[in-house]
């Protein structure tokens, strides 16, 4: 059965450049969609996330920890994420989204095979891309599970990024089999800076657009940082609640802003299919 197309409820006409989307992809999604190129900064981002009703991102669950809990295996929020992995150059995670949704390959055939031979034509015949993102992650402690299908899926570049502790543990627990990614290491020991990650992105891997798919802890510094441009923000129309003892992660975590410096954004579109909302933001400036 065809997927039930997505109803535009609201969009800001933009000005964006770009090729735009194919026609099948541009049905889909109900309205054209081009992410912008970089002006100010080396990289630009879109963030993508869904979260329920009350703001849970994760139920921390085993085995139901993922963004696809949340949304109710969403097909129109799958389709969504499938679209913003095929417009960008890379995805990028933290290593607590690697483990915390296990198995998952963050490429846009992966969470919605039905487009797969669109999403590949599309990349390769208009945008020009390689046939799928550089799968990104970050760590501080070095702790990976590159037996991980990210790191084994062909025709997939995958790439650490870590400190120097990291690096060194990488080295240890992994040895000869860590050849199976790129691993690129920033001085010192502590967190990696979201600038140096997208600095090392742009130079190296040539990255201009990137999707940053989490999770909650990643997303709370590229805010802090003023480095999301954009949140694609699915609304689930569930409720999962938290108790003392589950302490589920809202859309940041590890981060508090005061009302002063709150990041705020501004909304570029509002979408809709069944009773699940897509919404699109853009940072407003400082
Ligand atoms: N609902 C959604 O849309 C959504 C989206 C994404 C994820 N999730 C869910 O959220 C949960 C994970 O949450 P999370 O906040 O733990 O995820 P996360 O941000 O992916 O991972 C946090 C971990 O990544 C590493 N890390 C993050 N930032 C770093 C930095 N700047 N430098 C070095 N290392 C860094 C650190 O671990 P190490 O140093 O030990 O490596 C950190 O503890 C999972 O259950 C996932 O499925 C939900």
């Known amino acids: 059965m065809a997927m039930q197309p997505i109803v535009t409820l609201f969009e800001r006409s933009s000005a964006a450049p770009g090729p735009g989307l194919s026609p099948r992809l541009k049905e889909a999604y109900g309205g054209d969609l081009c992410l912008p190129l970089p ?16 703001g849970v991102a994760s139920y921390q669950l085993p085995g139901q920890s993922g963004g696809g809990a949340i ?12 679209l913003l992995r ?3 150059d890379a995805v990028l995670i933290g290593s607590g989204t690697l483990h915390g949704d296990a198995g998952h390959v963050r490429i846009p055939e992966f969470v919605y095979p039905r487009l797969r031979e669109e999403f590949r034509s599309f990349r390769q015949a208009i945008l020009h891309k390689p046939i799928h993102p550089l799968n990104v992650v970050i760590t501080g402690s070095g702790e990976i599970r590159l037996d991980e299908p990210t790191f084994h899926t062909p025709e997939l570049s995958t790439l ?6 990291g690096r060194r543990r990488l080295r240890r627990d992994h040895g000869d089999a860590l050849a199976v990614t790129q691993v690129r290491t920033v001085a010192g020991g502590g967190r990696v800076s979201p600038s140096d990650a997208l600095k090392i992105l742009r130079e190296e891997f040539g990255v201009e657009r990137l999707a940053l798919e989490g999770g909650p802890t990643l997303l709370g510094q590229f805010l802090a940082e003023g480095l999301v441009d954009e949140l694609f923000l699915t609304l689930s129309p569930h409720v999962a609640g938290r108790s003392e003892a589950d302490a589920r992660p809202g859309l940041i975590a590890q981060m508090a802003f005061l009302p002063e410096n709150a990041p705020r954004f501004d909304l570029l579109s509002l979408k809709m299919a069944h009773s699940h909302l897509y919404a699109r933001y853009q940072r407003r400036a400082a």
């Open 71 to 82: 949304s109710g295996f969403n097909e129109q929020d799958q389709f969504i994420m499938g």
């Open 86 to 88: 095929s417009l960008t």
């Open 160 to 165: 650490i990024i870590t400190n120097e502790t």
């Open 39 to 54: 002006t100010s900064r080396p990289v630009y981002v879109a963030a993508n996330f869904v979260t329920t009703l009350d």
